[in-house]
């Protein structure tokens, strides 16, 4: 199975600042890679596929970036609504459709 | 307007059974990929099934055998039947429309289920 870690686990930030959160695949997943938002008591939302295709109606501060096996989602200007847990998730194979263990953005 | 309604949910013993649904509207579930995510108590996510629209069916190594993917084209629902509970199977359930690649686009709002005695 393909693992998936992600760094780092918790981020403090304030509004303004850029953002990066990085993505590492056990093996190549070559671009199979999305980026997801959670909210506290909500369903995640897709932000990124294809590991730097933006999901129509996402703000363009958010953009995605890598192949291969290292990822990083970049958020250019943090804003208020923009504190919440990240996720990326694999989709090279169904084998399976492995999930990270997220990173946490709180404010500083 | 795209919508997924999980029910089922619900406390039940270990070793028990429980059948979750997804009912869909604004789509017709039979044409799309879907898929069940989990998400234990204060924990992260994890992938538990997914079903092709040609039927086929994958899970996680976790459910392999417990759980079945399944769905009711005439009620444009999803389903997951979850036999032989476990206290680890404790968790919010999504169903989320997949797309061909394989990430989730739309999801449901999710239903908890417990397992304890």
């Known amino acids: 199975d393909i693992q998936m870690t992600q760094s780092p686990s918790t981020l403090s930030a304030s509004v303004g600042d850029r953002v990066t959160i990085t993505c590492r695949a056990s093996q190549s997943i070559s671009s199979w890679l999305a980026w997801y938002q959670q909210k506290p008591g909500k369903a995640p939302k897709l932000l990124i596929y294809?590991?730097?295709s933006l999901e129509s109606g996402v703000p363009s501060r958010f953009s995605g970036s890598g192949s291969g096996t290292e990822f990083t989602l970049t958020i250019s200007s943090l804003q208020p609504d923009d504190f919440a847990t990240y996720y990326c998730q694999q989709y090279n194979s169904y084998s399976p459709f492995t999930f990270g263990p997220g990173t946490k953005v709180d404010i500083k | 307007e795209v919508q997924l309604v999980e029910s089922g949910g619900g406390l039940i013993q270990p070793g028990g059974s429980l059948r979750l649904s997804c009912a869909a509207s604004?789509?017709?579930?039979?044409?799309?990929?879907m898929s069940w995510v989990r998400q234990a108590p204060g924990k992260g996510l994890e992938w538990v099934s997914v079903?092709?629209?040609?039927?086929?069916?994958y899970y996680a190594d976790s459910v392999k055998g417990r759980f079945t993917i399944s769905r009711d084209n005439s009620k444009n629902t999803l389903y997951l039947q979850m036999n032989s509970l476990r206290a680890e199977d404790t968790a919010v359930y999504y169903c989320?429309?997949?797309?061909?690649?394989?990430?989730?686009?739309?999801w449901g709002q999710g239903t908890l289920v417990t397992v304890s005695s």
């Open positions: 604004g789509f017709t579930v039979s044409s799309n990929y």
């Open positions: 079903i092709y629209s040609g039927g086929s069916t």
């Open positions: 294809k590991a730097s």
């Open positions: 989320a429309r997949t797309s061909r690649d394989g990430y989730n686009y739309y």
